[in-house]
């Protein structure tokens, strides 16, 4: 990974407006001074944000030239201010830097049911545009906080046809998490030539590869929002096709910028001290895998088991098994961080518990579960599940 977060012909600032306290930036402005093919995936819940909405109708065109974003209100529950004020948000943003409103897609996140400040957006949507850098997309990934510990970003450059060509992302999301389309949020830059369609085609494998396998607590969020901006500013004539192999090395990049920061907000997930890996292998079908690797995402009595250092591996097949997945339980195999901890149809026996247990101890550890019913695979990212999620999350707007 490139530590100069920094792709061609894109600017990015992130401000303070006010809506958070202590001076926390809180607004981010993400800029392409050209137009760029665009493509966004967004949450399927039935309580989408605003913004989600908004954003949804222009992304569709395939051409856009930035996004304003927003942490501290999702602008959620709101009716039509809500809908005027991310519309309102956009044309501000557009103004402010020189182009359509039609071009700005807007994004928000934080508490749900407030309004936004929309005096306060304005002065900050100002400061933003006379702020905004080449090298200012750490401080963007700062400012779409809500409760992380810290900003996420990744970078490559990739090799495309005759081209090197720049990928860079930032991403937000700690608590309210189990994607069914893309991430919390999560804004993608690259300086590659590609045509809308394309952009499209590869977006979505990207996402559904990355994003859609992470959890922290099950939860979809109203303003689930990830989105691509590719500008062409590295040269070439724009990809065609998704396919051949330009297409496949841009993907490849972009899969690896999207599994870095995938891994970060598993790693970072409310209250969370261990990142957990879980790859399912040997399942009858790539959709039973998914199954799987998400039951086994989302089992509170596996989480919390992880939490505990407790190498139950019988709370891996009971929600494995629930979930009514076919396996083979006499081949089945699964490993605690390492350490074979089933096999044969039982226990590997009480060492083999102990160095799982001990091993436990990491700050990343890995579950992996060979179902022994046919080849598919599934790869999924999650946290254990502590006493201060739940505080935190008891707290949340109080």
Not at 61 to 84: D, L, P, W
Not at 200 to 212: M, P, S
Not at 213 to 228: L, P, Q, Y
């Amino acid at each position: 990974m490139s530590r100069e977060p920094r792709v061609r012909g894109f600017q990015f600032a992130g401000v303070h407006c006010g809506i958070k306290k202590g001076g926390a930036l809180d607004l981010a402005l993400l800029l392409s001074d050209r137009p760029a093919s665009v493509a966004a995936v967004y949450t399927r819940s039935t309580v989408p944000s605003a913004p989600v909405l908004v954003s949804k109708r222009r992304s569709r065109r395939g051409i856009g030239r930035g996004v304003v974003v927003n942490s501290g209100i999702s602008n959620v529950a709101m009716g039509a201010r809500g809908v005027a004020d991310a519309e309102q948000m956009s044309a501000n943003a557009a103004a402010a830097v020189g182009v359509r409103p039609g071009e700005m897609l807007v994004a928000s996140t934080g508490v749900i049911g407030k309004p936004l400040p929309m005096e306060c957006i304005e002065a900050g949507i100002a400061e933003a545009a006379r702020d905004l850098d080449p090298l200012g997309l750490p401080r963007a990934a700062e400012a779409i906080r809500t409760t992380d510990t810290y900003a996420k970003l990744s970078h490559r450059r990739v090799r495309v046809g005759e081209h090197f060509v720049n990928v860079a992302g930032i991403a937000k999301g700690s608590g309210m998490i189990e994607p069914r389309m893309a991430t919390m949020l999560a804004f993608v830059f690259t300086d590659a030539a590609i045509a809308p369609k394309p952009l499209r085609e590869i977006w979505k494998a990207v996402a559904d590869e990355t994003f859609n396998r992470v959890s922290v607590d099950g939860e979809t969020s109203t303003s689930d929002t990830a989105v691509i901006l590719a500008n062409g500013a590295a040269g070439g004539r724009p990809l065609a096709s998704a396919r051949g192999e330009a297409g496949q090395r841009l993907q490849a990049g972009l899969v690896a910028v999207c599994t870095e920061l995938a891994m970060d907000l598993a790693r970072d997930g409310e209250g969370a001290t261990k990142l957990v890996t879980i790859e399912v292998s040997g399942a009858k079908s790539p959709a039973q895998a998914e199954r799987a690797g998400r039951r086994i995402a989302n089992s509170m009595l596996v989480k919390t088991a992880l939490f505990g250092r407790d190498p139950n591996w019988g709370r891996i097949l009971q929600t494995v098994g629930a979930a009514e997945v076919r396996l083979d339980l006499d081949r089945t195999e699964v490993d605690l961080c390492g350490v074979p901890v089933f096999r044969n149809g039982a226990s590997t026996g009480e060492a083999a518990r102990v160095r799982a247990g001990s091993r436990m101890a990491s700050p990343e550890i890995s579950i992996r579960i060979h179902l022994a019913a046919g080849r598919a695979s599934a790869r999924f990212w999650t946290c254990d599940l502590t006493y201060d999620y739940v505080r935190i999350n008891a707290e949340y707007t109080t």
